[in-house]
């Protein structure tokens, strides 16, 4: 055993170094769900920088120095509150926010955001059934950013939530996907320690609800 780690201790100290720079530098994250449709789509694999907020002692949530304060508009990855599982959302709230939502319109410290139609598609749930879909252009203040929604979802009972008060070190995520997405809505506010990273642009793609086909287009686009 000895001979082997001494004849490998290059490969071992790339592995160590690699291993480093995905749980505490860099990473990467493939999309398996189209919550945050059509902003990043399934199959999408986006770029995450870890540093973006906080220092963590690799493969934890213990926090060695703050970065950075995530922003409003931010695409950020995390781990979900309840379960654990990794996810990726927009942050809507930040500490200090009041947030509310009547009838899918985000309401920010009283300040209800703008939305401007861009059209309307033929998109898939979760359970493959096609539904049209309205996209819009949101605003809140200087943030601006697509999001979707299902007309004749109207009425649901996410479509109304708050007004709550975001406390200290807490976020409010929320999918662009505005009804075919399991976010703040249901798992709560995401204290800071579970933040991974915020979500730079997307790598790679391909279409895997169809034949799998590269989208070259997708390749190396700016998430905002």
């Known amino acids: 055993m000895k001979k082997w780690i001494s004849d490998n201790r290059g490969l071992l100290m790339f592995l160590l170094l690699f291993g480093f720079f995905r749980t505490a530098v860099a990473d990467w994250n493939p999309i398996p769900s189209g919550s945050m449709r059509p902003t990043i789509q399934e199959g999408d694999v986006v770029f995450v920088n870890r540093l973006a907020y906080n220092l963590k002692v690799p493969l934890t949530n213990i926090i060695v120095a703050r970065t950075g304060e995530p922003r409003r508009g931010d695409i950020v990855t995390f781990y979900s509150p309840k379960g654990g599982t990794r996810l990726i959302k927009r942050v809507i709230g930040l500490p200090?926010?009041?947030?509310?939502?009547?009838?899918?319109?985000?309401?920010?410290?009283?300040?209800?955001?703008?939305?401007?139609?861009?059209?309307?598609?033929?998109?898939?749930?979760?359970?493959?059934?096609?539904?049209?879909?309205?996209?819009?252009?949101?605003?809140?203040?200087?943030?601006e950013h697509v999001v979707q929604w299902f007309p004749t979802r109207s009425g649901s009972a996410n479509d109304n939530f708050g007004p709550l008060l975001i406390p200290a070190d807490h976020f409010l995520m929320l999918g662009d996907n505005r009804d075919d997405s399991a976010d703040s809505r249901y798992f709560g506010l995401v204290p800071r320690e579970l933040l991974i990273g915020r979500a730079v642009n997307i790598l790679v793609s391909a279409d895997i609800k169809g034949n799998w086909a590269p989208r070259f287009e997708r390749f190396g686009e700016k998430l905002d």
Do not use: C, F, H, W
């Open 96 to 143: 200090g926010d009041t947030v509310e939502m009547r009838d899918k319109v985000v309401i920010v410290n009283g300040q209800p955001a703008s939305y401007a139609t861009i059209g309307a598609v033929l998109e898939q749930t979760g359970n493959g059934l096609p539904v049209d879909a309205l996209r819009l252009d949101e605003r809140s203040g200087p943030v």
